[in-house]
């Protein structure tokens, strides 16, 4: 399975920093209505990673990086329209067109 989880560590890292912009924004008095949001998107972010899936264009073999939850998602290499497919894996779409009515087919 060509599945990879990433982002978890990167949105952790982020996060913490966020956050530590968040309480020093808090100390000014003032920066309190800007320090409590990022406090809390600081939290937020991490569980957020979670749902970064990596997988291959099938098209141009390129790199792609994408939430679990998206249902299209298009590769910025080779401009091509991909399903995510239960979602972790890639596949591709085909556009089909008769009669007047479009559809999607895919394997």
Do not use: Q
């Not at 952790?12 to 008095?29: D, N, Q, R």
């Amino acid at each position: 399975m060509n599945e990879k989880i990433v982002g978890t560590t990167v949105c952790g890292a982020a996060g913490f920093w966020i956050i530590g912009i968040g309480i020093v924004l808090c100390l000014t008095g003032i920066g309190a209505i800007i320090g409590i949001p990022l406090i809390l998107v600081g939290i937020i972010l991490p569980m957020m990673g979670g749902f970064t899936k990596k997988d291959n264009c099938p098209h141009c073999g390129k790199e792609i990086m994408f939430m679990s939850y998206s249902v299209v998602v298009g590769c910025p290499a080779c401009r091509s329209r991909l399903l995510v497919k239960d979602k972790s894996k890639l596949i591709p779409v085909i556009m089909i067109k008769r009669s007047g009515v479009t559809g999607v087919k895919y394997d």
